[in-house]
């Protein structure tokens, strides 16, 4: 009898629906607040995936853009009072051409060399923002709540911002799986650099990707959620706070020594049955 194979992307895309709905149907905003985390995660660390997982480059520097969208956005959310879409959708462009014109240079390095050039631009951009003062220097930009008036109060606001997170996750991962497949391969009501572009953040998403997979479309899905889960249980734990960033570096190291293929590599290992199924 032949097996039904039912393909990833249809499915995934499916199983993040229905988690996203969950706690609005369910009216649980604690679960709403935790989902939001994991599919920024997702989105993260399927983004750097595409470039450290597919082509090889290991980039230190990866949430420099994170931090930049989010300043842009946020710029234009509170100081200009733009609409949450379209600041997303603007703030994306000046993020995309710096990021090009960071690109085309720094791409020409290789190895550790590429690698301590994304810790320098990380940290250089760090220093540009603490002293730009449209964007409030080193104190940062603060929200002012009021604008959630127009979203139609703060519960509609969060769910707004809940409901965009999911879409870009799932665009997030759809855009990673076409490239696999193909021939080539504001939450807190502040925003300011030393948390938009926090090397910890770049090295986190290094740990997710790893522990799920490299180069693989599912293995940032799995250490997303797997070290989000992780870190909750750290922070919650009075005893193992202050070692979230030690342990998140032994999980690094442990997974590197002895599951190198990552969470879902060891799966694919073990039942070959999913090597058709999980890309």
């Known amino acids: 009898m032949k097996r039904m194979r039912v393909p990833f992307l249809p ?3 499916a199983l993040l629906a229905v988690l ?12 709403r607040e935790e989902l939001f985390l994991v599919f920024m995660l997702v989105t993260l660390a399927s983004s750097i995936n595409i470039i450290m997982g597919y082509t ?3 980039s230190f520097g990866h949430i420099v853009f994170f931090g930049l969208g989010g300043y842009f956005a946020f710029y234009l959310m509170q100081i200009q009072g733009w609409h949450f879409i379209p600041s997303l959708i603007v703030a994306a462009i000046p993020s995309a051409v710096i990021a090009a014109l960071i690109g085309f240079p ?10 301590l050039a994304t810790v320098g631009i990380n940290e250089a951009m760090r220093v540009v923002f603490n002293n730009w003062d449209l964007f409030g220097g080193a104190v ?24 965009t997170m999911t879409v870009v996750a799932i665009a997030t991962i759809t855009v990673s799986y076409l490239i696999k497949r193909s021939k080539f391969f504001f939450k807190n009501g502040i925003i300011e650099p ?11 998403s290094l740990v997710m990707v790893v522990l ?24 919650t734990n009075p005893a193992l706070a202050n070692f979230q960033l030690f342990l998140a570096g032994l999980l690094l190291l442990v997974t590197v020594l002895f599951v190198s293929s990552g969470l879902v590599g060891w799966l694919r290992e073990r039942f070959p049955v999913l090597r058709g199924y999980v890309p």
């Open 56 to 58: 090889g480059y290991v």
């Open 194 to 204: 030393g948390h938009a572009f926090e090397l910890l953040r770049s090295i986190e």
């Open 20 to 31: 996203a709905a969950f706690p609005i149907l369910t009216n649980n905003p604690s679960m």
């Open 106 to 115: 720094i791409l020409r390095l290789r190895g550790a060399y590429f690698a």
């Open 140 to 163: 940062g930009m603060f929200f002012n709540f009021s604008v959630y008036t127009q979203y139609g109060g703060a519960k509609a606001a969060s769910e707004l911002a809940y409901y």
């Open 212 to 235: 799920g997979g490299i180069g693989t479309v599912a293995g940032p899905i799995v250490g997303a959620a797997a070290y989000e889960w992780l870190r909750g249980f750290l922070i």
């Open 11 to 13: 499915a995934i895309v």
